[in-house]
């Protein structure tokens, strides 16, 4: 049987590739909270705002993500020049986040 912590652990650093993913799609622009969440969010992943959140603001202290418009309504998602360099596979992707490998 499978580790409930381990799958939980897999999807959260799944999520946050999804989030970047999503991101540096909107790039150069910010992408809405909500978006986010429906574009992350599947079947194969149930999320609430909540999860999205704590996932946003993981990647912010790392410094991959910036967020804005912080209590006046959607925070609004937008990546930093590393955020980007990662999704765009020009830097190392540290543990803690689920990029797949680059295969091209």
């Known amino acids: 049987m499978t580790d409930p912590h381990q799958f939980e652990k897999i999807q959260r650093e799944n999520m946050r590739w999804r ?8 790039h150069p622009w910010p992408v809405r909270e909500d978006l986010l969440l429906s574009t992350v969010a ?3 992943m149930p999320i609430t705002s909540t ?3 704590r996932e ?3 990647l912010e202290r790392r410094e ?3 967020v804005k418009n912080r209590g006046l309504g959607p925070y609004l998602v937008e990546l930093t020049r590393y955020g980007l360099d990662l999704a ?3 830097i190392d992707c540290q543990p803690g ?7 091209w």
Do not use: F, M
């Open 19 to 26: 989030i970047l993913q999503t991101a540096e799609v909107s």
């Open 42 to 44: 599947g079947p194969d």
């Open 97 to 103: 986040i689920a990029r797949p490998e680059k295969y």
């Open 64 to 66: 991959l993500v910036t």
């Open 51 to 53: 999860d999205l959140r």
């Open 56 to 58: 946003v603001a993981y």
């Open 88 to 90: 765009q596979y020009t």
